[in-house]
């Protein structure tokens, strides 16, 4: 069974820090563009996910959407079949459900990090800012 199993979300404060980690099962994770997606509450009913983070599946590239490049850095352990998402100096703008997926590439149009293909997605992890 094809799973992605997304860990690690939480309450924090403004300028603390947070892990994400999304680990694969069923499936060669990095044989995929990998990236993290996050879904903020105003536009839950949209169903419209943001692209924060994502690697190519060589692992040439790695993009950021530019409201978080500098403060998270996304990584993956191939032998683990897991993505990481090192989120810091978090503020109350990043308070989202935040979603790993796997997709056939991934890439920047204009300021939009998108997931081309997606192939599959994890359950969301709820992180949560405090001011």
């Known amino acids: 069974e094809v799973q992605l199993q997304a860990s690690g979300g939480g309450l924090v404060h403004a300028g603390g820090s947070v892990r994400l980690s999304c680990e694969a099962s069923?499936?060669?994770?990095?044989?995929?563009?990998r990236g993290w997606f996050r879904q903020v509450p105003e536009k839950e009913r949209e169903g419209v996910r943001e692209g924060v983070a994502c690697i190519t599946n060589s692992a040439d590239s790695a993009y950021y959407v530019d409201s978080v490049k500098g403060r998270f850095t996304i990584s993956s352990d191939n032998v683990k079949n897991t993505l990481y998402l090192e989120m810091n100096d978090l503020k109350p703008e990043d308070t989202a459900v935040y979603y790993c997926g796997a997709s056939t590439d991934c890439a920047m149009r204009g300021s939009d990090l998108m997931g081309y293909g997606m192939y599959h997605w994890g359950k969301g992890t709820q992180v949560t800012v405090s001011s």
């Open positions: 069923g499936f060669t994770f990095d044989d995929y563009a």
